[in-house]
């Protein structure tokens, strides 16, 4: 079978035996005059798929997307899977709505309007790989284990069972440009026993035995449907030994029981009748790659892939290493690959910070996602970092020692320079948005910082990625990685703390919303109570929940006024402004005071 995708190796590092350089595209077959939007990019290697969160990568509109560099989008199956899919996919269209493409399926890519990028559809999101990320969803409950009959996923409408067929007939809707085999990853486990890991191997290259058979059109659910026909037959064979036990005895002795027996014996032939089914070779196919920390697992996982044709990159798993030291995990990855093809792509989850990325890189891993970036956003930080020599255009002023800055720090307010002076992210290009102006932003909360921080750091991050694929061209990579490692260290242990400010912000909009939600809550019971009075139960309901403790603040400002004056009288009114979100509301003294004397920003 042709493969829908094309890896080229462009040249191989002469320093390191992993380091090489390459394009991976899509062989695309695209009607005559197909305008530009509709054409897939080529990725670069090493190269990024561009993380994202129910389709959408985060904080980027429409238009900021389209200006990163990099040519695919990472897309997690349990975040965009419908709550009547896989059962029913009735709303979903079977032809393209596009003029040009009418011919063609409907796939993932328009749904999410992803049209010119690889669209790359993984079944859970990995970023939370490593111990330095938070996972998406916090107070997610621990996950059930796997089974021999469905894998368990963690959706946005709760936990979910998906079978293998439920997995075809998704991939057979979705249309995907790449999709990842269903697998038994465990995770975040912090020893699994071997035969866990044994099992959890076995079971994934089952999977990917089916999957391949139905990748071409043939059955490959009939092991699973002769096994529970076999399991129904064993059912009623006992059911029915059990009822007529007695009675065989009593009337033909042992003489009938072998009689049975050889009944028994020609029923065991089960012949299941194949169905036909719908391929899918234009869905390029990566295989998982496991065995957890134990290392004979990982070589029996990546020698048993490694046979398989038809398999067009592989992912090598990192989820159940997460809470292994990175030296470690960067030892288990190499025994993966020490025993996989070269010539095919490998794309890994959990390795995020840039000195990791240039290990990784060394080994032969040419495909990694943009979790580092986003994680920096989320924290309000700006990359300054940067590989080989000092880019023109950057002054001394940008340390040299620091590879991000924290926007939320008050030290910025007053900064009216560029984030990274001869950076050219929107944010940064022409001096049109400062330090100081976003800083502002995020103390009030306006989606805007999070938009600039991200286009920063995803720009920042792809500059990074180009200076490494030229640095393997021109014989320069270890000089270069050994001068980032000296210059900018290893990447800070990231904690669950957030900065202060951002504690005090947050903690004001929470205040806010709980007095909106109580007018709202208000409002509703008076609409409810209708009648004549129903104007006065509304101003009575409003006047409530806008400040139930006004009439004793009141009685509290007079006696202030007579005692001690106007002065007296506007400080009390500042200070008691009731429970419904007054400055000095105790508990968010309480988290203020707690985060102004935790240790220093992040």
């Given at each position: 079978?042709?493969?829908?995708?094309?890896f080229q190796?462009?040249?191989?590092?002469?320093?390191?035996?992993?380091a090489?350089?390459?394009?991976?595209?899509?062989?695309q077959?695209t009607?005559a005059?197909?305008d530009?939007?509709h054409?897939k990019r080529s990725?670069?290697?090493p190269?990024?798929?561009m993380y994202?969160?129910r389709g959408a990568?985060?904080?980027l509109?429409?238009d900021?997307?389209?200006?990163?560099?990099f040519?695919?989008?990472n897309?997690?199956?349990?975040q965009?899977l419908?709550?009547d899919?896989?059962?029913?996919?009735?709303?979903?269209p079977?032809?393209?709505?596009i003029?040009?493409?009418?011919?063609?399926?409907?796939t993932?890519s328009?749904y999410?309007r992803?049209?010119?990028?690889?669209?790359f559809?993984d079944l859970?999101?990995f970023?939370?790989?490593a111990?330095t990320f938070r996972?998406?969803t916090?107070g997610?409950?621990?996950?059930?284990s796997?089974?021999d009959?469905?894998?368990v996923?963690?959706?946005?409408?709760g936990i979910?069972?998906l079978?293998?067929?439920?997995?075809l007939?998704?991939v057979?809707h979705y249309?995907?440009?790449?999709?990842?085999?269903?697998?038994?990853?465990?995770a975040?486990?912090?020893?699994?026993n071997e035969?866990?890991?044994r099992?959890g191997?076995?079971?994934?290259?089952?999977?990917?035995?089916q999957?391949?058979l139905?990748?071409?059109?043939?059955?490959?659910?009939?092991?699973?449907?002769r096994l529970?026909?076999?399991?129904?037959?064993?059912?009623?064979?006992k059911e029915k030994k059990?009822s007529a036990a007695a009675?065989?005895?009593?009337a033909?002795?042992?003489?009938q029981e072998k009689e049975?027996?050889k009944?028994q014996?020609?029923e065991?032939?089960i012949?299941i009748?194949?169905i036909?089914t719908e391929?899918?070779?234009?869905?390029g196919?990566?295989a998982p790659?496991g065995?957890a920390?134990l290392?004979?697992?990982?070589?029996?996982?990546?020698?048993e892939?490694?046979?398989?044709e038809?398999?067009d990159?592989?992912v090598?798993d990192?989820?159940?290493?997460s809470?292994?030291?990175?030296e470690t995990?960067l030892k288990?990855?190499?025994?993966s690959?020490d025993?996989?093809?070269?010539?095919?792509?490998?794309l890994?989850?959990?390795?995020h910070?840039?000195?990791?990325?240039?290990?990784?890189?060394?080994m032969g891993i040419?495909?990694?996602d943009?979790?580092y970036?986003?994680q920096?956003?989320e924290d309000g930080?700006a990359?300054?970092?940067?590989y080989?020599?000092?880019?023109?255009?950057q002054?001394?002023?940008n340390?040299?020692?620091?590879r991000?800055?924290n926007?939320?720090?008050d030290?910025?307010?007053?900064k009216f320079?560029?984030i990274?002076?001869?950076c050219?992210?929107?944010a940064?290009?022409d001096?049109?948005?400062t330090r100081?102006y976003i800083?502002?932003?995020?103390?009030?909360?306006?989606?805007?910082a999070t938009?600039?921080?991200?286009g920063?750091?995803m720009?920042q991050?792809?500059?990074f990625?180009?200076l490494?694929r030229?640095?393997?061209?021109d014989?320069t990579?270890?000089?270069?990685?050994?001068?980032f490692?000296?210059?900018?260290?290893?990447?800070?242990v990231?904690?669950l703390?957030?900065?202060p400010n951002?504690?005090i912000?947050?903690?004001?909009?929470q205040k806010?919303n709980q007095?909106l939600?109580?007018?709202?809550?208000?409002?509703?019971?008076?609409i409810?109570m209708?009648?004549?009075?129903?104007?006065?139960?509304?101003?009575?309901?409003?006047?409530?929940a806008s400040?139930?403790s006004?009439s004793?603040?009141?009685?509290?400002v007079?006696?202030?006024e007579m005692?001690?004056?106007t002065?007296s009288?506007k400080?009390?009114?500042t200070?008691a402004?009731?429970?419904?979100?007054g400055?000095k509301?105790?508990?968010v003294e309480?988290?203020?005071?707690?985060a102004a004397d935790?240790s220093s920003?992040q």
């Amino acid at each position: 079978m042709t493969s829908p995708l094309r890896f080229q190796i462009k040249q191989k590092s002469t320093e390191t035996a992993g380091a090489r350089c390459g394009t991976f595209a899509l062989s695309q077959s695209t009607p005559a005059g197909t305008d530009q939007q509709h054409v897939k990019r080529s990725i670069e290697t090493p190269g990024c798929l561009m993380y994202s969160q129910r389709g959408a990568v985060p904080h980027l509109t429409p238009d900021n997307l389209r200006q990163q560099d990099f040519g695919g989008v990472n897309v997690s199956l349990e975040q965009i899977l419908q709550t009547d899919q896989p059962g029913s996919f009735s709303k979903w269209p079977t032809t393209s709505p596009i003029p040009q493409f009418k011919d063609y399926k409907f796939t993932l890519s328009e749904y999410l309007r992803l049209q010119d990028l690889i669209v790359f559809c993984d079944l859970r999101d990995f970023s939370y790989a490593a111990e330095t990320f938070r996972h998406p969803t916090p107070g997610t409950k621990k996950l059930a284990s796997n089974t021999d009959y469905h894998a368990v996923l963690s959706t946005p409408k709760g936990i979910r069972h998906l079978t293998l067929e439920d997995y075809l007939k998704t991939v057979r809707h979705y249309r995907p440009d790449i999709v990842v085999a269903l697998a038994d990853t465990i995770a975040e486990s912090t020893n699994p026993n071997e035969k866990r890991v044994r099992k959890g191997v076995e079971r994934s290259i089952k999977w990917l035995d089916q999957i391949l058979l139905e990748r071409v059109g043939q059955d490959g659910t009939i092991p699973d449907r002769r096994l529970e026909e076999e399991k129904k037959r064993r059912r009623e064979r006992k059911e029915k030994k059990r009822s007529a036990a007695a009675v065989a005895k009593a009337a033909a002795g042992e003489e009938q029981e072998k009689e049975q027996e050889k009944v028994q014996e020609k029923e065991e032939e089960i012949h299941i009748e194949p169905i036909p089914t719908e391929p899918w070779t234009e869905v390029g196919l990566f295989a998982p790659v496991g065995g957890a920390h134990l290392e004979e697992s990982r070589i029996w996982s990546a020698q048993e892939t490694a046979k398989k044709e038809g398999v067009d990159g592989f992912v090598i798993d990192t989820l159940s290493l997460s809470v292994l030291e990175k030296e470690t995990r960067l030892k288990h990855v190499q025994t993966s690959l020490d025993h996989l093809p070269s010539e095919k792509p490998k794309l890994v989850y959990g390795i995020h910070a840039p000195e990791d990325v240039l290990e990784a890189v060394t080994m032969g891993i040419d495909l990694f996602d943009t979790s580092y970036p986003f994680q920096l956003t989320e924290d309000g930080k700006a990359s300054l970092y940067y590989y080989g020599p000092r880019p023109a255009g950057q002054d001394k002023s940008n340390s040299q020692t620091l590879r991000s800055i924290n926007l939320w720090d008050d030290e910025h307010g007053d900064k009216f320079v560029p984030i990274l002076n001869g950076c050219g992210c929107y944010a940064c290009k022409d001096n049109k948005h400062t330090r100081a102006y976003i800083n502002h932003l995020l103390k009030t909360h306006e989606m805007l910082a999070t938009v600039l921080l991200m286009g920063h750091n995803m720009f920042q991050y792809s500059q990074f990625f180009a200076l490494v694929r030229e640095s393997i061209q021109d014989g320069t990579l270890q000089e270069k990685t050994t001068a980032f490692r000296t210059t900018f260290g290893k990447e800070p242990v990231r904690t669950l703390e957030k900065h202060p400010n951002q504690i005090i912000v947050e903690f004001a909009l929470q205040k806010r919303n709980q007095r909106l939600e109580g007018a709202e809550e208000a409002v509703v019971g008076a609409i409810g109570m209708g009648g004549p009075s129903l104007g006065a139960s509304l101003g009575a309901s409003l006047g409530a929940a806008s400040g139930s403790s006004s009439s004793s603040n009141a009685a509290a400002v007079e006696d202030v006024e007579m005692e001690d004056g106007t002065k007296s009288k506007k400080r009390h009114e500042t200070e008691a402004d009731g429970e419904n979100g007054g400055a000095k509301d105790e508990v968010v003294e309480k988290k203020v005071k707690k985060a102004a004397d935790s240790s220093s920003p992040q």
